[in-house]
């Protein structure tokens, strides 16, 4: 029930403000579909909130934030901590001289995109913020169809290579299996609920087994820098430490078990 009031708060702001980009003498703005930082920051907010009890909203935040503010979309999407979108990417000059993007064509994609943003607005002005059954879908495709616009502006490699950077954008971002087991990744793979929750279990696995591995490297090391010590050195640098004590996890940091009686760096005599 609280969702959907601030659901029908930000139906009712985005309405009540002016067309995108216009300021209120009616003169073309910098772009954006708000007279001030306030508006906009109500408008926002009030997504914000919303999308906590409804992950797919939350995953929409970043196009709702670059259509609100008249920003390329996936410009902003660092400032909510997820990758660029693909069209995004664009903006990096790194990106366009790996899919061999020439200057002219950018030129024509820029134009092109600013013309997408006020009509991007224009139907984010008519959704329904009440539906909150098919809100997702109805920014989903939104996006979507903005991307298949854009895309045609894009030669096929270049479309593929886009793709492919995307992906090892995301990898530095989230975890494989998060990527795999989430859309749109999830349904173009044709994964299975049952195979999302057997790769979840199967990272817990992996996890635990490279937190070991990581524990005998650092011990491994740790010892490598004593032997740098004199023997009375050492000595004292293990009498600092003492016996290890494995800490438990954050939820219970207060609690930890002895470890046998061995160093703290390496096996004890």
Do not use: W
């Not at 007279?35 to 408008?43: A, L, Q």
């Not at 950018?106 to 139907?123: G, N, V």
């Not at 696995?205 to 937190?211: A, G, K, S, T």
């Amino acid at each position: 029930m609280k969702t959907n009031q601030i659901l029908v708060s930000l139906f009712v702001l985005a309405l009540a403000v002016p067309c995108f980009g216009q300021e209120k003498n009616g003169k073309e703005g910098k772009g954006g579909m708000f007279d001030s930082k306030e508006e906009y920051g109500n408008f926002i907010g009030s997504a914000k909130r919303a999308s906590v009890e409804n992950p797919e909203l939350r995953s929409l935040i970043p196009l709702i934030n670059d259509i609100a503010q008249g920003q390329p979309i996936g410009s902003t999407a660092s400032r909510f901590g997820t990758a660029s979108s693909e069209l995004g990417l664009l903006s990096n000059p790194r990106i366009r001289e790996d899919i061999e993007m020439v200057d002219d064509q950018y030129r024509e994609f820029q134009d092109r995109q600013r013309t997408l943003q006020k009509e991007m607005a224009d139907q984010l002005r008519r959704i329904d913020f009440t539906d909150t059954e098919n809100l997702p879908s109805q920014i989903k495709e939104i996006r979507d169809s903005a991307e298949r616009e854009m895309n045609e502006l894009l030669l096929p490699h270049q479309v593929k290579r886009l793709k492919q950077l995307r992906m090892q954008s995301l990898l530095q971002r989230r975890d494989l299996v998060q990527i795999l087991t989430s859309e749109p990744i999830k349904s173009d793979l044709k994964i299975t609920d049952e195979q999302s929750q057997e790769l979840r279990n199967y990272q817990v696995q992996m996890q635990e087994d490279l937190q070991r591995e990581i524990a005998k490297l650092q011990d491994k090391a740790r010892g490598r820098l004593l032997s740098k010590l004199n023997p009375s050195q050492k000595k004292q640098v293990e009498e600092m430490v003492g016996e290890t004590f494995v800490f438990q996890g954050s939820n219970d940091k207060s609690q930890g078990r002895a470890k046998g009686k061995g160093k703290a760096y390496g096996k004890g005599k």
